[in-house]
């Protein structure tokens, strides 16, 4: 059954033993950040959720919610020991329900409380910096909804770097790569404010979809549902029109500051680097709804990898590319950009000619992730799995000619939180040819490849057997 809130998920989480509560007093910091880094790198990486914070009465805080491949399936409501490698594939399987639009309702607990004067963001939420040198305290997992102003009926939902400045001012990190950023440089030209809408705390599929990359008139709220098999739940916001996650712990409402821009960061990334310091937008916050009882704020902890960005992302930057690449290349087996948020991205797919491998990797610079993202492609034959690193070491190393398979494209997009670009937002691409040759190319040398024995697929059913039954 889906989700459909955070407090759902977590009892799900305990009751499959990937929950486990911290009754002890903590410090906001360092403890959080500590406890959150240690539980995605332990075993299964199980959530955490700390019941008493010092200074913080009856706040809760989550975090490491999708930290593991086992949260990662169990969110998509799959058996907890399914592997990365079959959640592509069920992914990919359920993106092609889309869509099934969302339900609007009524009421929601979000809306228990309703906060339009002495706001304080402070005194409504159990803040802590996620890493020592950050600039401040940061949402690092909230969901920001927008609209296009000229056109209403596109609708964004993001997951964008949030930073609290004030009792009732934040600043969002508004990349020109993202669909908010189109939606400020049109409400600048038409000289009107742009509303925004930021969720915090929300059932694990809206933070999954609000992380990924889909094109710019697709809506993330029929993706929900394509994902969860049955309709999201939203809610009118009390102000501006937009759609909110119903099952959400708390809203902020406020307008982005028509053409002005203060320094934001810095913050440790995804890219295990500290951004430094940018100009971006600042919202002035008007409005807080929220539930009535106390709130349980889920924050992300974002650092040297693995963390549980990675889980977040790990799918998702793959997943949204292969569809929008499979229609026009069905060759295409799968692709796997878990590493780095995909600055590091592998295709399998079946060779159709000689250089077919070179086509698939610039065809992948121009989907919405891929503008920006991937700074290597490597490209492999359909025989290896992208998902297993020695079967890709493998191709590399046996099938890569560095004088004729490799590709630099210099000067190029690039994200601009990469610690190596010497111009912020400009990066040299590289793509990496690791297959077979197809003709017209030149075969390899003395090219007769050594079988896998036919029967290992019964040795491996029989070795993982006797292995569960020691």
């Known amino acids: ?12 989480l305990e009751a499959e033993g990937q929950l486990l509560r911290i009754p002890e007093e903590v410090r906001p910091e360092p403890d959080i950040r500590a406890a959150a880094f240690a539980a995605a790198r332990s075993p299964s990486g199980p959530a955490l959720l700390f019941e008493n914070i010092q200074g913080y009465g009856d706040g809760k805080v989550a975090m490491n919610v999708h930290g593991s491949e086992e949260n990662h399936a169990l969110l998509l409501d799959l058996p907890r020991e399914t592997r990365f490698k079959a959640q592509f594939h069920e992914l990919v399987r359920r993106f092609e329900r889309y869509p099934i639009p969302a339900v609007r309702v009524s009421d929601a607990p979000v809306k228990e409380v309703i906060i339009d004067k002495n706001l304080n963001l402070y005194r409504e939420l159990p803040l802590f910096r996620v890493n020592p040198w950050d600039g401040g305290f940061f949402l690092s997992k909230a969901c920001t909804v927008s609209r296009d102003p000229e056109n209403p009926e596109n609708q964004n939902l993001g997951m964008y770097r949030i930073q609290v400045k004030d009792h009732d001012r934040i600043g969002i990190s508004t990349g020109p790569q993202h669909d908010i950023a189109v939606h400020l440089r049109k409400a600048e030209e038409m000289n009107m404010p742009l509303r925004v809408a930021i969720a915090v705390s929300n059932e694990p599929v809206t933070s999954l979809v609000a992380s990924t990359p889909l094109r710019y008139h697709e809506d993330e709220y029929s993706m929900i549902g394509a994902i969860r098999g049955e309709p999201a739940k939203i809610i009118s916001s009390e102000r501006g029109n937009l759609d909110v996650p119903a099952g959400a712990e708390l809203v902020i409402e406020g307008e982005i500051l028509q053409r002005q821009r203060f320094v934001e960061g810095p913050f440790a990334e995804f890219t295990g680097y500290y951004s430094g310091c940018c100009v971006q937008t600042d919202v002035q916050v008007d409005m807080i709804t929220r539930r009535r009882n106390p709130i349980i704020f889920e924050n992300l902890y974002t650092g040297r990898p693995w963390t549980e960005s990675d889980y977040i992302l790990a799918l998702s930057t793959g997943v949204a590319p292969y569809q929008q690449m499979k229609t026009d290349f069905p060759e295409i087996e799968a692709i796997n950009a878990m590493y780095t948020h995909g600055y590091g991205t592998i295709i399998s797919a079946r060779m159709r000619f000689g250089g077919f491998a070179k086509t698939l990797g610039m065809r992948l610079l121009s989907t919405p992730h891929g503008i920006v993202y991937p700074k290597f492609i490597i490209v492999v034959d359909e025989d290896i799995d992208p998902f297993n690193l ?52 030149i075969s390899l040398s003395g090219g007769v490849q050594v079988d896998v024995p036919p029967e290992t697929t019964f040795w491996l059913d029989q070795i993982a057997k006797r292995r569960r039954n020691r």
Do not use: H, Y
């Open 1 to 12: 059954m889906p989700f459909d809130s955070l407090r759902e998920f977590l009892s799900k």
């Open 390 to 441: 020695q079967e890709v070491m493998w191709a590399i190393s046996v099938r890569f000619r560095p004088e004729r398979d490799l590709v630099v494209i210099p000067n190029a997009p690039g994200s601009p939180l990469d610690p190596t670009s010497s111009v912020r937002g400009i990066t040299t691409k590289l793509i990496i040819d690791a297959t077979k040759p197809v003709f017209p190319d």
